[in-house]
Nanobody, 114 residues
Framework: QVQFVESGGGLVQPGGSLRLSCAAS????????MAWYRQAPGKQRELVTSITSGGSTYYRDSVKGRFTISRDNAKNTVYLQMNRLKPEDTAVYYC????????WGQGTQVTVSS
């Protein structure tokens, strides 16, 4: 079972930036379609963005033009560059397969507040 370790979260002021990283285990990473998800307090987990093995990307409307997903297959890592952050981006961010199973990593907390 592939596992993920997310990092890079923190407290940032509105308008600021953060770069999240997700390190994946195993040797099949390059074949996986990957995604970032987030879960805000009291809300369901939601898909934020995804990237296929071929590099095609998807973004939910609320983050288009502000967030960028990328991957480095040599490092088994997927990234999320988040710019112009808003308070409503506050959540725990998780990476996983685009079609996740039951396993989830610990996530990384992103808090956008002045």
């Amino acid at each position: 079972q592939v596992q993920f370790v997310e990092s890079g979260g923190g407290l940032v002021q509105p308008g600021g930036s953060l770069r999240l990283s997700c390190a994946a285990s195993g040797s099949m990473f390059a074949r996986y379609d990957m995604a970032w998800y987030r879960q805000a307090p009291g809300k369901q987990r939601e898909l934020v963005t995804s990237i296929t093995s071929g590099g095609s990307t998807y973004y939910r409307d609320s983050v288009k033009g502000r967030f960028t997903i990328s991957r480095d297959n040599a490092k088994n890592t997927v990234y999320l560059q988040m710019n112009r952050l808003k308070p409503e981006d506050t959540a725990v961010y998780y990476c996983n397969l685009r079609r996740p199973g039951d396993y989830w990593g610990q996530g990384t907390q992103v808090t956008v507040s002045s």
